[in-house]
């Protein structure tokens, strides 16, 4: 299973993009990278998923390298209910278990 | 979107009693779901993946036989903590999968006193 690295924490404030970067250096060929974000006492939410290059949603882009390596989310404009852990995972979409890493808490201040 | 529900939302209980803890998903079948924990200020852990029809697998240092999961249909999978202590006072959250994407129950908070 394919480990991935955050930074423990990130400030912004309100209106500014927010780019949240992750190391998945031992990723599969099959392997997709999945972006989830938790408030607290709140199961994970879906936010989006990628494989190669870029993605865009109606909340956040997903962009990734060509080695797939690592990948950054961007989140555009946050407000201040963006506030939350966002966890980056690598998943085969196969149904296997998935584990998490320690995520990244995104802190926004009006 | 798929749906996946927990019961209790929240629980507290008396050290030594066995809590059950619900997990459904609502509009699709799930051969395989997942039960997580989660401490304060802290990442989701894998505690076992529950099997329908079959015996659940523990991750290492988690005790089968305190974490009892019970696979029983393909809508519903049951944790069941048994002898509760303050020490497995913590938000569980279960996870399906639908066939593309994972869904994640809202989580229950087990409180032991």
């Known amino acids: 299973l394919a480990k991935t690295t955050q930074p423990i924490s990130m400030d912004s404030y309100e209106g500014q993009e927010v780019n949240i970067t992750c190391s998945h250096n031992n990723i599969a060929t099959n392997d997709y990278i999945t972006w989830y974000q938790q408030f607290p006492s709140q199961g994970p939410r879906f936010i989006i998923q990628g494989y190669k290059t870029k993605v865009t949603n109606e909340v956040a882009s997903l962009f990734i390298p060509a080695d797939r390596k690592s990948s950054t989310l961007s989140l555009p404009r946050v407000s201040l209910s963006d506030t939350a852990v966002y966890y980056c995972l690598v998943d085969s979409n196969q149904g296997g278990k998935l584990i998490f890493g320690q995520g990244t808490e995104l802190s926004v201040k009006p | 979107g798929a749906v996946v529900s927990q019961h209790p939302s929240w629980v507290i209980c008396k050290s030594g009693t066995s809590v059950k803890i619900e997990c459904r998903s609502l509009?699709?079948?799930?051969?395989?779901m997942f039960w997580y924990r989660q401490f304060p200020k802290q990442s989701l852990m894998l505690m076992a993946t529950?099997?329908?029809?079959?015996?659940?697998?523990?991750e290492q240092g988690v005790e089968k036989d305190k974490f009892l999961i019970n696979h029983a249909s393909l809508t519903l999978s049951t944790l069941t903590v048994t002898s509760a202590h303050p020490e497995d006072s913590s938000f569980y959250i279960c996870?399906?999968?639908?066939?593309?994407?994972?869904?994640f129950g809202p989580g229950t908070r087990l409180t032991v006193l």
């Open positions: 996870s399906a999968f639908p066939g593309q994407g994972r869904y």
């Open positions: 509009d699709f079948q799930a051969t395989t």
């Open positions: 529950s099997n329908e029809g079959s015996k659940a697998t523990y």
